[in-house]
């Protein structure tokens, strides 16, 4: 069972468009966090996010967290190139558990 | 991704071969994980470990696989007797304090199985 579910799996978008990413969960998380993973190397944290309904900036990416602590979205404004990778959301639950989500994985074409 | 260091970053063995993947954590850092990635996948966790204990194995397969955090050295993934569905890439993190904390990745070790 996938406890974090991501959509869309992939996608492939032009340069310049906007585009939101989705975590999903039936659970509550006391913590959430977004990763990119480039091709051949390691993820690397981008935000974390604690408090229900928290929203999180950080240059044309835009981090919210779901009121009930259950869900996330990641929204980039004018995709560039460089921001094509592996998306991967990931959260600590109520029991001290980590899970990774399932990954949503972006090309953006120039 | 400066600071975890995992090595070797390939590695190729025969089924029934040992595979040993060596991570080194960030200076200060106590708290290990360990997770496996399949080609455009997530991660899966696999293993957590603080300096010579096993916090939490409940991703690792019972069978042929083992971790270990010395007081001194890196941490080892060990997988005894490979098989071809081993074959993926291994990701080590670390942090400073538990689960809730931010982890910071090596590059992987992709691991290939002929």
């Known amino acids: 069972t996938q406890l974090l579910e991501q959509s869309p799996q992939f996608l492939s978008i032009q340069e310049g468009e906007n585009l939101t990413v989705y975590c999903n969960s039936s659970?509550?998380?006391?913590?959430l966090q977004w990763y990119r993973q480039e091709p051949g190397e390691g993820p690397v944290l981008l935000v974390t996010?604690?408090?229900?309904?928290e929203v999180k900036k950080l240059k044309r990416l835009t981090f919210q967290f779901g009121d009930a602590r259950k869900d996330s979205s990641l929204h980039i404004t004018a995709a560039q190139p460089g921001d094509t990778g592996l998306y991967l959301c990931?959260?600590?639950?109520?029991?001290?558990?980590?899970?990774f989500g399932t990954g949503t994985s972006l090309t953006v074409i120039p | 991704n400066a600071g975890v260091m995992q090595n070797p970053r390939h590695l190729v063995r025969r089924r029934g071969q040992e595979a040993r993947l060596r991570c080194s954590p960030m200076?200060?850092?106590?708290?290990v994980y360990w997770y496996r990635q399949l080609p455009e996948e997530g991660l899966k966790f696999m293993v957590y470990?603080?300096?010579?204990?096993?916090?939490?194995e409940s991703g690792m397969p019972k069978e042929r696989f083992s971790a270990e955090f010395p007081k001194e050295g890196p941490s080892i993934l060990r997988i005894q007797q490979v098989v071809r569905g081993d074959s993926a890439a291994y990701f080590c993190?670390?942090?400073?304090?538990?689960?809730?904390?931010?982890?910071?990745f090596g590059d992987g070790t992709r691991l290939s199985i002929l």
């Open positions: 200076k200060g850092h106590s708290h």
């Open positions: 993190a670390s942090s400073p304090d538990g689960w809730a904390q931010p982890q910071h």
């Open positions: 990931a959260g600590e639950d109520t029991g001290n558990q980590f899970y």
């Open positions: 659970s509550v998380f006391s913590s």
């Open positions: 996010v604690v408090t229900g309904g």
């Open positions: 470990l603080q300096k010579e204990n096993i916090i939490d």
